[in-house]
T-cell receptor, first 114, second 112 residues
């Protein structure tokens, strides 16, 4: 079974540009989460999808961030325009209800804004 | 305000020794406490988790100790091996709402 995949693995952009990150969850996982780790700090929750609906977006930093999950499959996270403080590693995780409700994380996208 | 505090930030342990990482939480509504292990270039992976109805959970060389009254929990790695070298994150959530609140991470290095 394929795990959670994320694209790209690295992205370097200049301040003011736009970047779109993609996450493909494990097939059949209705729940999809986005998290971010800024250098040396904790991994912080950004938002949670259940299928195509945003269940909780309380962690989104501001309106420069837009997340979508069309059709309840893959998700995208767009940052427009990017600022220096947006640099960090963006993780996606997926989960299916039942059992221990374990979240499976992708390898992350390292975003550097210059 | 950081809801889960983790220490130490980095830890060096000799092979065969015991590695101990500590976490403290503030939100008494938390009732699920997982530990994640992350290797370079990979995402965090669930290592072991505990609910507050027990004070200890052991899986192989890994043990979580939980102190509900002190709002603290810790990860113990017995007989630490070089392959255990990784970054470890404690986390907390409310079961049924799986939004995880993480600690800042501990970089563990096991030396021969």
């Amino acid at each position: 079974e394929a795990g959670v995949t994320q694209f790209p693995s690295h992205s370097v952009i200049e301040k003011g540009q736009t970047v779109t990150l993609r996450c493909d969850p494990i097939s059949g996982h209705d729940n999809l989460y986005w998290y971010r780790r800024v250098m040396g700090k904790e991994i912080k929750f950004l938002l949670h999808f259940v299928k195509e609906s945003k269940q909780d977006e309380s962690g989104m930093p501001n309106n420069r961030f837009l997340a979508e999950r069309t059709g309840g499959t893959y998700s995208t996270l767009k940052v427009q325009p990017a600022e220096l403080e947006d640099s960090g590693v963006y993780f996606c995780a997926s989960l299916t209800r039942g059992g221990d409700n374990e979240q499976f994380f992708g390898p992350g996208t390292r975003l550097t804004v210059l | 305000q950081q809801q889960v505090k983790q220490s130490p930030q980095s830890l060096i342990v000799q092979k065969g020794g015991i590695s101990i990482i500590n976490c403290a939480y503030e939100n008494t509504a938390f009732d699920y406490f997982p530990w994640y292990q992350q290797f370079p270039g990979k995402g965090p992976a669930l290592l072991i988790a505990i609910r507050p109805d027990v004070s200890e959970k052991k899986e192989g060389r890994f043990t979580i100790s939980f102190n509900k009254s002190a709002k603290q929990f810790s990860l113990h790695i017995m007989d630490s091996q070089p392959g255990d070298s990784a970054t470890y994150f404690c986390a907390a959530s409310i079961f049924g709402n799986e939004k995880l609140t993480f600690g800042t991470g501990t970089r563990l290095t096991i030396i021969p």
